[in-house]
T-cell receptor, first 110, second 114 residues
Framework: QQPVQSPQAVILREGEDAVINCSSS?????VHWYRQKHGEAPVFLMI?????EQKGHDKISASFNEKKQQSSLYLTASQLSYSGTYFC???????????FGEGTQLTVNP | NAGVTQTPKFQVLKTGQSMTLQCAQD?????MYWYRQDPGMGLRLIYY???????DKGEVPNGYNVSRLNKREFSLRLESAAPSQTSVYFC?????????????FGPGTRLTVT
């Protein structure tokens, strides 16, 4: 079953923070986050595994609440390069098949 | 390393025509995937291959067939194209089967069926 992402779209000014949420109705083993710029392929950002720690790199981090079957992506001090559509992908077992959400379109303006 | 490559980049078909989309990866990955992405939508899994010699249906397999030719190559065939198959098709690969690894995507094939 497809995870639900919220919000569907968000517009920021450079330097502002944003949170994107991903929620599933099924128990999850892992959550992946990808970013896709217009006309390009999705690019991997990070993966969170059941029982693992919060992951992050630079000013983008994420958390995974296994009990609530939810994950959140945190973008702090946003940059113009953060613009794009963010997808979460979830899998409900220790396999590599993902089900993707419909995406959150993030626009960062100067 | 080229990563994941796909051919062709663009294709226009008439209803009822057939074609094969090619995908290859040079990262020695075991698992490979075919997705379709419709405008403003997320990625939907068509077929996947957890390892060489195996293939399985995803969410939207109807109208498609796949072949895992060897460890590097995974092709997607449309036997009789329909306008509903107009989409962007992405191939992806990931590490070991059975463990949740990141997926690497190819540049996509933009297919229009008239």
């Amino acid at each position: 079953q497809q995870p639900v992402q919220s919000p569907q779209a968000v517009i920021l000014r450079e330097g502002e923070d944003a949170v994107i949420n991903c929620s599933s109705s099924k128990a999850l083993y892992s959550v992946h986050w990808y970013r896709q710029k217009h006309g390009e392929a999705p690019v991997f950002l990070m993966i969170l595994l059941k029982g693992g720690e919060q992951k992050g790199h630079d000013k983008i981090s994420a958390s995974f609440n296994e009990k609530k079957q939810q994950s959140s992506l945190y973008l702090t001090a946003s940059q113009l390069s953060y613009s794009g559509t963010y997808f979460c992908g979830t899998d409900g077992y220790s396999g590599s098949r993902l089900t993707f959400g419909e995406g959150t379109q993030l626009t960062v303006n100067p | 390393n080229a990563g994941v490559t796909q051919t062709p980049k663009f294709q226009v078909l008439k209803t009822g025509q057939s074609m094969t989309l090619q995908c290859a990866q040079d990262m020695n990955h075991n698992s490979m995937y075919w997705y379709r992405q419709d405008p403003g939508m997320g990625l939907r899994l068509i077929y996947y291959s957890a390892s060489e010699g195996t293939t399985d249906k995803g969410e939207v397999p109807n109208g498609y067939n796949v072949s895992r030719l060897n460890k590097r190559e995974f092709s997607l065939r449309l036997e009789s194209a329909a306008p509903s198959q107009t989409s962007v098709y992405f191939c992806a690969s990931s590490g070991l089967a059975g463990i949740s690894y990141e997926q690497y995507f190819g540049p996509g094939t933009r297919l229009t069926v008239t």
